[in-house]
């Protein structure tokens, strides 16, 4: 035992004071003290109305050396023992291991522990998504806030280069700076298009890319390819094929028969002009067989794919798209009739969602995306089935480009400019845009493609000089 401080501290001579802290030890630990001192607990806890022994010792033990509070306790465990055994002096009789807990291995136990463990990761990822979901909100509306001017190129790419998570956040808000960049200087935004895609972002995640060169593509050769050909039969300079691997079409249910009733329809507005080969090819064919009769003009082209879309979109459709979409006033007896209050606000980004649903069957996949002026209600084919089967820039110009644009802004009250991408097969479909015409736009290039077919089976069938050739032109 150690001795108490408090009696040796400053004082020479300890020794009386360790002998009677050693006796006083040995007087506690005799059983006839362990005796007096539970009858002195059983007093005091009847005079205390039964308050615990261990609260009194407790009480005692501050005004204690450290030695009688050791000896305390052993009073109390040894008193503890006496009450449990009836009496003093009695020795307790043997009791009974504590039986040995289930519950840890209980399966019931476990299935808890997993469903409160399962409970906290649930409640660990849903307070993650909320953060994650506050961090994009923040950072798209500090971007949809900031105006046309505040966007440039190096802060773009600055932004970029910091790669900081959320990246679906990130990606929403690049987009929306490339917008604003491109609505205020699209020059700039061609040139930061092209410095970000294909190295850092994939192309897909541009919001236009009419202008922004093909990653990897083999000019070289398309371009040796069109120097080689020379010109045409008129003399007009050809245009380079497409060098890019061809795109593997897979038709839904929805494409067959959109197809199937397209190709009826052609038939019956080129009065009989079919074919006996499947798919688009059989509708290449059809359109390729109009094109080179005798006389043929492309007005007349123009209005069989006029009238082929009306019948394909049913007499109902055109009505509710020119109210609803165009704003043009119906028949109802008024000095109003047929006056255009639109197009509404909408109605160029409302037709780029719908119109990849019920388009692919003629030029395959598309997406929305936004106008080159940055506008909503840009739409963007990703390899055009029209352009690529039939790799003729004629039956894209006068079965497709111009009846799609004078379609859409006769028959339901909207500008549309389509315009086609000879060198990718890509194909940028703007709503609410106002088309120029072919010899007007500098991106529609002039002359025939090196290995349009058409072409080729024209001059073939008047290379002698008989017939009437037709009065149509890739330009």
């Known amino acids: 035992m150690s001795t108490p401080r408090g009696y040796c501290r400053g004082r020479g001579h300890c020794g009386p004071i360790v002998l009677l802290s050693v006796g006083a030890l040995l007087l506690l630990l005799s059983p006839s003290s362990v005796g007096h001192a539970s009858a002195f607990s059983g007093g005091a806890r009847a005079a205390t109305g039964g308050s615990s022994r261990p609260a009194l010792l407790a009480t005692q033990s501050r005004t204690r050396p450290s030695s009688f509070r050791l000896a305390a306790a052993d009073e109390t465990t040894a008193s503890d023992d006496v009450n449990k055994s009836g009496g003093f002096g009695e020795k307790a009789p043997p009791s009974a291991p504590p039986a040995p807990s289930t519950t840890a291995s209980s399966p019931s136990t476990a299935a808890a522990a997993a469903a409160a463990t399962a409970e906290s990761d649930l409640t660990s990822r849903l307070l993650a998504e909320a953060r994650e979901i506050g961090e994009c909100a923040a950072l798209l509306f500090g971007h949809v806030t900031k105006p046309d001017g505040a966007a440039s190129a190096d802060g773009i790419v600055a932004d970029d280069d910091e790669n900081r998570p959320p990246l679906a956040a990130i990606r929403a808000a690049r987009y929306e700076a490339l917008n604003k960049l491109m609505r205020r200087d699209y020059d700039a935004y061609v040139a930061t298009a092209s410095f970000l895609s294909p190295s850092r972002i994939p192309r897909d995640e541009l919001p236009n890319v009419q202008d922004v060169p093909y990653p990897d593509l083999p000019e070289a050769t398309s371009a040796a390819a069109a120097a080689a050909a020379g010109e045409s039969e008129e003399g007009q300079p050809l245009v380079a094929d497409c060098t890019l691997d061809s795109k593997s079409f897979d038709d839904s249910p929805l494409d067959k028969l959109l197809l199937g009733i397209f190709r009826d329809l052609v038939t019956k507005n080129t009065g009989g002009v079919s074919s006996p080969k499947a798919g688009i ?53 008024t000095d109003l009739d047929g006056k255009q209050f639109g197009p509404w606000f909408y109605a160029p980004w409302l037709t780029s ?37 039939s790799g003729c820039k004629g039956l894209c110009l006068h079965q497709c480009k111009l009846p799609a644009q004078e379609f859409f802004k ?15 097969q890509e194909c940028q479909w703007s709503f609410g845009e106002v088309p120029l015409s072919p010899e007007e736009d500098p991106s529609f290039p002039t002359g025939c493609l090196v290995g349009c077919e058409s072409r080729k089976a024209m001059a073939s069938a008047y290379a002698s000089g008989s017939g009437e050739r037709p009065a149509v032109s890739c330009l």
């Open 281 to 333: 090819e059989g509708l290449l064919e059809q359109g390729r067989t109009y094109m080179t009769q005798p006389g043929q003009t492309a007005e007349a082209q123009h209005a069989m794919v006029k009238n082929t879309l009306g019948g394909l979109m049913t007499p109902v459709l055109p009505p509710f798209y020119r109210i609803f979409m165009g704003g043009i006033v119906p028949q109802l007896g």
């Open 410 to 424: 006769e028959e339901l009250g909207l500008d549309l400019t389509v315009s086609p991408n000879f060198v990718t």
């Open 353 to 389: 969602v719908v119109t990849p649903t019920f388009f692919g069957f003629l030029v395959g996949p598309s997406r929305p995306n936004t106008r080159k002026d940055g506008q909503w209600g840009g739409l963007v084919v990703e390899k055009c089935k029209f352009l690529q089967e």
